[in-house]
Every structure is written in structure tokens, then in C-alpha cells.
């Protein structure tokens, strides 16, 4: 079923009555936030789900923030730094970050592609 012009939300993603989205991955657009990463966001009401893709060796800083994230493993391997511990996660994994919960990353030595859960939305995300 094609969806109206009018339909739309922002960045092209089809809005069905109601407020509900039926998604795919190759229609969203693609941002680069910083050298080495690719990321795409779906947003609805209280949460987003972000795609992200990262360059061998890229180093994500030690952060926190306000908001509940979960993120699942889809490619590579890398090494995440959670707490002042650190464990190497695999396709397939599922790390879970309350709020407040202090984490960063390392890339291993392959492309790594993340799916993250945020909850409530990331607007940080959303302005760039």
C-alpha cells in the first residue's frame, strides 16, 4: 500500500494512520555524526531504535547519560568498557546500560554494526 506525501514523517519514513511505522533499513537516511560512524534512527513517542555502523578501531569515549539503552550486537566484535570493567561482545550479544550506567566501546579489528535502543528518545540525536 503506498503511503501519501502527506503521510510522511520526518526524513522520508512512512507514518500510517495512527502514529505506527512499518520500516526497512534501506530507506532511511544515513548520517555520518563523526568521522568513521554511519548512523540511522527510527523515533517514535518515548523510544528510538538507531542503527550504527563503526570502522575497525574506532574508539567510542567513556560517557553516561539520562536515558535506558539496550544494544545489540549485528556485526564484529568489540570491546566494551562498562562500569571501570570490560568485556569483548559478539554477534548475537545484548548489553543492557541503565541510566547513569557509565560505558564506551573499542571496535575490534573489523567493521562493527550495532543495534541501540534508546528510551526515552536521544533528542541530542535528533539535532545532530
Known amino acids: ?5 502527506s503521510e510522511r514523517n520526518e526524513g522520508g519514513r ?10 526497512n533499513w534501506t530507506t532511511v ?5 563523526s568521522e568513521g560512524i554511519e548512523r540511522q534512527m527510527v523515533v517514535g513517542n518515548n ?3 538507531c542503527r550504527f555502523r563503526f570502522a575497525p578501531l574506532l574508539v567510542t569515549p567513556e560517557h553516561t547519560h539520562t536515558h535506558e539503552q539496550m544494544s545489540v550486537v549485528v556485526r564484529g566484535r ?20 541503565p541510566p547513569g550506567c557509565r560505558h564506551g566501546a573499542t571496535m575490534m579489528d573489523e ?12 533528542e541530542d540525536f535528533l539535532k545532530g
Not at 29 to 33: D, I, L, M
Not at 111 to 122: A, C, G, H, M, N
Open 111 to 122: 567493521e562493527v554494526e550495532l543495534i541501540d535502543i534508546f528510551s526515552p528518545v536521544r
Open 47 to 49: 523510544l528510538m531504535v
Open 29 to 33: 537516511p544515513v548520517e555520518r555524526p
Open 78 to 97: 568489540v570491546r566494551f568498557f562498562v562500569e571501570g570493567g570490560e568485556r569483548v561482545a559478539s554477534p548475537g550479544d545484548v548489553l543492557h546500560f
Open 1 to 5: 500500500m503506498e503511503t501519501a506525501d
Open 14 to 23: 512512512a507514518a500510517a494512520p495512527g502514529g505506527w511505522q512499518h520500516v
